[in-house]
């Protein structure tokens, strides 16, 4: 897994990039009450605004992490956003993209850095 300064993790699978956002990140938004998702098929731009998150607390976007496609999305969190509070590193994943070059993805954090980051 690689992580963003956003904190976001993504995921290789397939080669598709699986993103969600990360544990700490949950934590600090509090209860999730509303996600919005890209469509699927929604050609993305690397640091483009693509998801809504509104917790109690405040509301957040998800930039693409990378170039790409969106390829499949997590309805599951839309119906139910305190999933993203339940489970925010496995089922409450936000979308799948098919990316048009994965080098970007070397210049996000692992996981010792990531925890480094956040410290």
């Known amino acids: ?39 699927e098929g929604t050609e993305v731009t690397k640091d483009e605004d693509i998801c809504v998150i509104e917790s109690v607390k405040a509301a957040s976007d998800i930039l693409a992490p990378l170039d790409g496609e969106i390829v499949e999305v997590n309805e599951g969190i839309v119906d139910e956003p305190g999933k993203v509070n339940d489970d925010p590193m496995g089922d409450a994943w936000f979308f799948k993209m098919k990316p048009s070059d994965l080098s970007p993805m070397d210049d996000y954090m692992d996981e010792a850095a990531y925890k480094a980051f956040i410290g």
Not at 9 to 37: K, N, P, Y
């Open 1 to 39: 897994m690689k992580y963003t300064e956003e904190h976001e993790w993504l995921r290789e699978e397939d080669g598709l990039i699986v993103v969600g956002i990360t544990e700490h990140a949950s934590e600090q938004l509090g209860d999730v009450v509303f996600v919005e998702l890209p469509e």
